[in-house]
């Protein structure tokens, strides 16, 4: 029994269809051409009331790039840091996830259904939440290797918490959100925090999140190969990112770490996902901690399903309810979830 989406299966028969070199096989440069080849191709996602673009400062005193999408309500409004997937490796603020480039450049053409870009997804949470998205960048590997990224997301918060009110943003309501990757370093800064007690946060959205350098759970297994994400690739991001020794810090093994007296959060899994269990696992272990926490599993779906916004049309349930339960975070400062 295929229990795959219809819109996702069309997708992967397209990929299928295309032979395209896997990226694991690509040098990184040559990855990152590929992915900047279709950054004009992406889908806009909804329009937002004004966007803008600035920088910031990183964990080693570099710049971090920043693009702030802010609703057409009146504000001052809750704000949302945002960071983009991509392995650690790959992606940036305004750019497609890898694959989904692939596919583009490829083509010639967006492939309908066809995943993804983190902007789409940022413009959707912000129009659908009435919530200030900021989409921070982060130092990239192997050129910055573990822990910049997680430092540079932890460094990320506190910025953005320090200058709420003037980027418009209501001090005391905000939140951190991520994809993939970009899920784990919220997580990480989510603890960081703790222990610094630096920058309140109000709720935690973690989308599809690495959280454990441990790849031998059965979804690892089942989802190995042919949906897109496979394990070969995400051994070619952990290699570009984390030695073998550190792969157990919890700044990147989050699932590692002590979990108590963190943030709300809302884990999203996605049933053809290889990270889907380890996802299930942070939730069941915030819980275990006594972190309000819902578990939001998506079935029929893959790994980028949920940023595919105006392509991956049955994730859009799941995408109204991650916004909604965003902006309960924000305006409450906690989620009245119903575990899930």
């Known amino acids: 029994i295929r229990r795959l989406q219809p819109d996702v299966e ?39 009331g004004e966007q803008l673009d600035g920088t910031l400062p990183a964990a080693d005193g570099s710049a971090l790039r920043w693009r702030l999408y802010r609703p057409a309500t009146s504000g001052p409004h809750p704000a949302v840091v945002y960071f983009h997937g991509g392995g650690w490796v790959v992606g940036s603020v305004d750019s497609f996830d890898p694959v989904a480039r692939a596919l583009a450049v490829a083509s010639g053409a967006w492939v309908i259904g066809g995943v993804v870009s983190d902007e789409p997804l940022c413009r959707d949470l ?11 960048d982060y130092r990239h590997a192997p ?7 997680a430092e540079d997301a932890f460094a990320a918060v506190r910025w953005v918490a320090e200058h709420a009110v003037e980027l418009g943003g209501l001090p005391g309501q905000l939140a951190v959100a991520g994809w993939s990757a970009g899920a784990n370093v919220a997580a990480a800064a989510c603890q ?9 946060i109000s709720g935690q959205v973690l989308i599809c999140p690495v959280t454990d350098s441990d790849m031998t759970r ?20 952990w290699d570009h990112y984390c030695d073998e020794a550190d792969r157990e810090d919890p700044r990147v093994a989050v699932l590692r770490g002590d979990l108590s007296g ?11 996902d290889p ?5 299930q696992a942070y939730a069941e272990a915030l819980a275990a901690a006594g972190v309000d926490v819902r578990h939001l599993p998506c079935r029929g779906q893959m790994h980028t399903s949920i940023p595919g916004v105006d392509m991956i049309i049955s994730a859009t349930p799941h995408r109204a ?20």
């Open 10 to 48: 069309i997708v992967l028969e397209t990929f299928a269809e295309l032979g395209l070199p896997s990226y694991e096989e690509l040098p990184v440069e040559q990855a990152r051409a590929m992915s900047d080849a279709a950054n004009e191709q992406r889908p806009p996602g909804p329009d937002v």
């Open 126 to 136: 912000c129009v659908r939440s009435g919530s200030i998205v900021i989409s921070v």
């Open 143 to 149: 050129e910055h290797r573990f822990p910049a990224a």
């Open 192 to 200: 960081t925090a703790r222990d610094a007690g630096a920058a309140h």
């Open 218 to 237: 059965p979804s690892y297994v089942e989802n190995a190969e042919g949906y897109l994400l496979t394990k070969a690739l995400m051994t070619w991001f």
């Open 262 to 272: 963190l943030p709300p959060a809302l884990v999203v899994t996605c049933e053809f």
């Open 275 to 279: 990270l889907r269990d380890e996802g």
């Open 321 to 340: 309810e991650i916004a909604a339960e965003l902006s309960k975070m924000v305006r409450t400062g906690e989620a009245n979830f119903v575990p899930g």
